[in-house]
C-alpha cells in the first residue's frame, strides 16, 4: 500500500555501487516491501525512486528524517 510521507531531514540512498544521493525534502511517496522501502518523488518535472533497506527507513522515521502523513 503506498502511503504519503514527508522528508524533513538528511535520507540518503546508494544507486547501485555509486555514491550516497540524498533524497529531496518534500513529499514522497513510500511502498514497504518485505526487506526495503521504496521512495518515489518528483524534481523538476521527473520522477524519481530509491529503495532502502527496512532498517534504514526505521531510523530515519525515528530520527523523524521521514514523517509518515497520517490520513
Do not use: H
Not at 555509486?18 to 518528483?42: A, F, R, Y
Amino acid at each position: 500500500m503506498t502511503q504519503l510521507a514527508q522528508v524533513q531531514g538528511k535520507v540518503e540512498y546508494r544507486a547501485g555501487d555509486g555514491p550516497l544521493l540524498c533524497v529531496p525534502p518534500g513529499e514522497v511517496e513510500i511502498d514497504v516491501g518485505q526487506g526495503d522501502v521504496t521512495l518515489s518523488w518528483g524534481n523538476e518535472g521527473t520522477r524519481q525512486s530509491a529503495a532502502i533497506p527496512a532498517a534504514d527507513f526505521a531510523r530515519y522515521l525515528a530520527a523523524r528524517a521521514i514523517v509518515v502523513e497520517r490520513g
